[in-house]
């Protein structure tokens, strides 16, 4: 059998320095969903994220705590895991900056940085933000109590005058363009691309890629004299410094892929085909991350795909603010599955957009408990109540009404997932299909034939069970579908429509889902429908707002 397609994607990495906000998961949320969508197709599927652990405000915490710093992140490590498992996130690794292959990863790229002529000694001096690092002047803002980063406005920034080691990114610039103008569909949305383009026309500075007075992080390889820093014991010198946090986690993506230690598996997974990032982080990511690729002599990665921040009434969202939601209040109102589909309905992966918790209620009803699962619930119903546990076969393609609609639907699904258009795939299915399947119902009132064929009509038994037929079959199209989305809700369906689900909890092992998604792709099978069950308990909107978070609106 030959190779399956490959394919490998990635998120960025949190600071594990804070509970995680559902503003936070988001994007993991979102790579989730894609990375299910190939595991379902068929592809060997290789999803990486984790935490980014040398964050200076991490070593500060642990320190006003008095806390051991490895104590303290491994703690706040478990706090994201379990929020990630709560949310049926399944990443094939979860990657962390103090794994030991990361180290090794970190300082064999600024060798190979150093070998190229790209690493130099020199002073940096400028604004320096406890929770991120240097920044650049045009990066913050001015207020009343001095200067202020934007992502960290209650923190008070540092003028800090050091030797440190820097990364002649200013060389790469005409390269970068070049990259650009070839690839131009590397970096998406279009616009964050453009944001890029301007930003690489006004020029580039070199980079700061080491701190001499911190020692939480990875040790710096290299000495001052230009061999290497590592002691004949083993040890690091701490004279030399750490690796500064930006550029060791940049490197996560690929040691996740095997470098350098597994040469195969790094030939095998890397170029990475998909980073999934926010738009903050998009010049690390387009500008100074392909760079030190370009320097190491190692291929950049295929796609680079940048949302949007999640607001309330027009703030970020964020944990210092206070108007972020914590997940699991979101999860114990809307289950695991409810909260992947509200939160991927409701915020577009693209761009940014406002969000509030009565918002989710109403399409976790709408959608779910009033469209979808009413829809599931009644034609259980229906065709146990007037077929007994026959499931009968729906009509061919190209005969019913609901087959016709379903038609190219796959097509188009699968270039919205694959295009990182999270929130059009769904309304595509769950907004439209649904919406159609539904009024199907209304308009062909199975009742009213039931009582015709009850009443001696044997044309309107035919018409029902075709009629009933292709109810269930748009049930089973709809909950495969949506089964990279709402992975535990996928089952109970088909388990209800009398279907084995033939995947793994995490997507694996089944057959390719794009076959399973033709109309009729089982019709000549036999079975036995199960038990209609509810799917999505419908929420009133008044106890929901009463059980919403605090920190929520």
Same mark, same amino acid.
């Given at each position: 059998?030959?190779?399956?397609?490959?394919?490998y994607?990635?998120?960025a990495?949190?600071?594990?320095?804070?509970?995680?906000?559902?503003?936070?998961?988001?994007?993991?949320?979102?790579?989730?969903?894609?990375?299910?969508?190939?595991?379902?197709?068929?592809d060997?599927?290789?999803?990486?994220?984790?935490?980014?652990e040398?964050?200076?405000?991490i070593a500060?915490?642990?320190?006003?705590?008095?806390?051991?710093?490895?104590?303290?992140?491994?703690?706040?490590?478990?706090v994201?895991?379990?929020?990630?498992?709560?949310l049926?996130?399944?990443?094939?690794?979860?990657?962390?900056?103090?794994?030991?292959?990361?180290?090794?990863?970190?300082?064999?790229?600024?060798?190979?940085?150093?070998?190229?002529?790209?690493?130099?000694?020199g002073?940096?001096?400028?604004?320096?933000?406890?929770a991120?690092?240097?920044?650049a002047?045009?990066?913050?803002?001015?207020?009343?109590?001095?200067?202020?980063?934007?992502?960290?406005?209650?923190?008070?920034?540092?003028?800090?005058?050091?030797?440190?080691?820097?990364?002649r990114?200013?060389?790469y610039?005409?390269?970068?363009?070049?990259?650009?103008?070839?690839?131009?569909?590397?970096?998406?949305p279009?616009?964050?691309?453009?944001?890029m383009?301007?930003?690489?026309?006004?020029?580039?500075?070199?980079?700061?890629i080491?701190?001499?007075?911190?020692h939480?992080?990875?040790p710096?390889?290299i000495?001052?004299?230009?061999?290497?820093a590592?002691r004949?014991?083993?040890?690091?010198?701490?004279?030399?410094?750490?690796?500064?946090?930006?550029?060791d986690?940049?490197?996560?993506?690929?040691?996740?892929?095997?470098?350098?230690?597994?040469?195969?598996?790094?030939?095998?997974?890397?170029?990475?085909?998909?980073?999934?990032?926010g738009?903050?982080?998009?010049?690390?990511?387009?500008?100074?991350?392909?760079?030190?690729?370009?320097?190491?002599?190692?291929?950049l990665?295929?796609k680079?795909?940048?949302?949007?921040?999640?607001?309330?009434?027009?703030?970020?969202?964020s944990?210092?603010?206070?108007?972020?939601?914590?997940p699991?209040?979101?999860?114990?109102?809307?289950?695991a599955?409810?909260?992947?589909?509200?939160?991927l309905?409701?915020f577009?992966?693209d761009q940014?957009?406002?969000?509030?918790?009565?918002?989710?209620?109403?399409?976790?009803?709408?959608?779910?408990?009033?469209?979808?699962?009413?829809l599931?619930?009644?034609?259980v119903?229906?065709?146990?109540?007037?077929?007994?546990?026959?499931?009968?076969?729906p009509?061919?393609?190209?005969?019913?009404?609901?087959?016709?609609s379903?038609?190219? %639907?796959?097509?188009?699904?699968?270039?919205? #997932? $694959?295009? /990182?258009? *999270?929130?059009?795939?769904? &309304?595509?299915? !769950?907004?439209?299909f649904?919406?159609?399947?539904?009024?199907?119902v209304?308009?062909?009132?199975?009742?009213?034939?039931?009582?015709?064929?009850?009443?001696?009509?044997?044309?309107?038994?035919?018409? %029902?069970?075709?009629?009933?037929g292709?109810? #269930? $079959?748009? /049930?089973? *199209?709809?909950?495969?579908? &949506?089964?990279? !989305?709402?992975?535990?809700?996928?089952?109970?369906?088909?388990?209800?429509?009398?279907?084995?689900?033939?995947?793994?909890a995490d997507?694996?092992?089944?057959?390719p889902?794009?076959?399973?998604?033709?109309?009729?792709?089982?019709?000549?099978?036999?079975?036995?429908l199960?038990?209609?069950?509810?799917?999505?308990?419908?929420l009133?909107?008044?106890?929901?707002?009463?059980?919403?978070?605090?920190s929520?609106?």
């Amino acid at each position: 059998m030959p190779d399956r397609p490959r394919y490998y994607l990635t998120t960025a990495i949190a600071y594990p320095n804070n509970k995680p906000g559902l503003h936070t998961l988001y994007e993991v949320i979102g790579a989730d969903v894609i990375a299910r969508w190939h595991r379902m197709k068929g592809d060997e599927t290789r999803f990486l994220t984790g935490t980014d652990e040398h964050s200076v405000n991490i070593a500060q915490r642990a320190q006003e705590l008095g806390r051991d710093t490895r104590d303290f992140v491994d703690e706040m490590v478990k706090v994201f895991t379990d929020a990630e498992d709560a949310l049926l996130i399944a990443p094939d690794r979860f990657i962390r900056t103090t794994d030991p292959d990361h180290q090794r990863a970190s300082q064999e790229m600024v060798r190979r940085a150093y070998a190229s002529g790209d690493v130099y000694l020199g002073t940096y001096e400028g604004w320096y933000c406890p929770a991120e690092g240097f920044k650049a002047p045009s990066d913050l803002y001015e207020t009343p109590d001095g200067m202020r980063c934007p992502s960290h406005p209650t923190i008070e920034l540092q003028w800090l005058t050091e030797r440190n080691w820097f990364f002649r990114l200013s060389a790469y610039r005409d390269r970068l363009v070049a990259h650009f103008a070839a690839h131009p569909d590397w970096v998406e949305p279009e616009y964050r691309k453009n944001e890029m383009l301007a930003f690489l026309r006004a020029g580039l500075e070199d980079i700061s890629i080491s701190r001499e007075t911190l020692h939480w992080g990875i040790p710096f390889p290299i000495a001052e004299n230009g061999e290497t820093a590592q002691r004949e014991d083993g040890s690091w010198d701490p004279e030399a410094g750490v690796i500064y946090v930006w550029f060791d986690a940049l490197i996560n993506y690929i040691t996740g892929a095997g470098f350098p230690d597994d040469p195969t598996a790094f030939a095998k997974w890397w170029p990475a085909d998909l980073h999934v990032i926010g738009k903050d982080i998009n010049r690390f990511h387009t500008i100074i991350w392909p760079a030190m690729l370009m320097s190491a002599g190692i291929d950049l990665p295929r796609k680079v795909w940048v949302h949007g921040f999640m607001t309330v009434r027009g703030e970020k969202m964020s944990k210092s603010r206070g108007n972020f939601f914590d997940p699991f209040d979101v999860i114990a109102a809307f289950g695991a599955d409810g909260t992947r589909f509200v939160t991927l309905r409701e915020f577009p992966f693209d761009q940014d957009a406002d969000v509030s918790w009565d918002s989710f209620v109403r399409r976790y009803n709408a959608d779910l408990a009033n469209d979808f699962g009413n829809l599931v619930n009644r034609t259980v119903s229906m065709a146990r109540r007037y077929l007994g546990d026959e499931r009968p076969a729906p009509l061919p393609r190209t005969e019913g009404r609901l087959s016709w609609s379903w038609g190219k %639907l796959p097509e188009l699904y699968q270039a919205m #997932i $694959e295009d /990182c258009m *999270l929130h059009d795939a769904l &309304g595509l299915v !769950f907004g439209n299909f649904v919406s159609e399947a539904n009024q199907y119902v209304d308009q062909e009132r199975p009742w009213e034939i039931a009582k015709a064929w009850k009443a001696g009509d044997e044309e309107a038994g035919e018409r %029902l069970r075709g009629v009933l037929g292709d109810l #269930i $079959e748009a /049930c089973r *199209l709809i909950g495969l579908a &949506g089964a990279p !989305f709402m992975p535990s809700i996928a089952p109970r369906v088909l388990a209800q429509l009398g279907y084995a689900y033939p995947y793994a909890a995490d997507g694996n092992g089944g057959p390719p889902l794009l076959r399973e998604l033709e109309w009729g792709s089982h019709a000549g099978e036999t079975g036995a429908l199960g038990t209609a069950e509810p799917l999505f308990p419908r929420l009133e909107s008044e106890a929901a707002a009463a059980e919403a978070p605090a920190s929520g609106t």
